[in-house]
């Protein structure tokens, strides 16, 4: 065997490893799902941090280039927080309904 070829192989054996490393997921993706998570339980000001902090985790994933991972994470969170939103406007328009028929009955 020559030393070219060997000292190629090894190149691309690192050049593999470096490919199969664990990307660090974002830590604001994380966050971003347990509030949506707690905002479908009807509270409107938790639904609205989360689509907040799922937002900026979204932009942090995009501008670090490959090196942050967690985007199925954080589109999770802005599905439940949007879900969250809308629990909480169908909640207020149904006790909105209810304080209307209870004064006219």
């Known amino acids: 065997m020559s030393p070219d070829s060997s000292g190629s192989s090894d190149t691309a ?3 593999d490893t470096a490919r199969t490393d664990p990307v660090k ?3 604001f993706a994380q966050v971003a799902l347990l509030l949506s998570i707690l905002g479908l339980m009807g509270c409107f ?8 902090v799922a937002y900026l985790a979204r932009e942090r994933i995009r501008k670090a280039d ?10 999770t ?4 927080g949007w879900v969250g939103v809308g629990v ?16 006219s009955a």
């Open 13 to 15: 054996s690192s050049s």
């Open 25 to 27: 997921d974002d830590e």
């Open 77 to 80: 969170a802005i599905v439940l």
């Open 66 to 75: 490959g090196a942050l991972g967690g985007e199925r994470t954080v589109r």
């Open 88 to 103: 909480a406007a169908i909640a207020f328009v149904a006790l909105l309904v209810a304080a209307v028929l209870r004064r």
């Open 45 to 52: 000001p938790v639904a609205l941090c989360a689509l907040a």
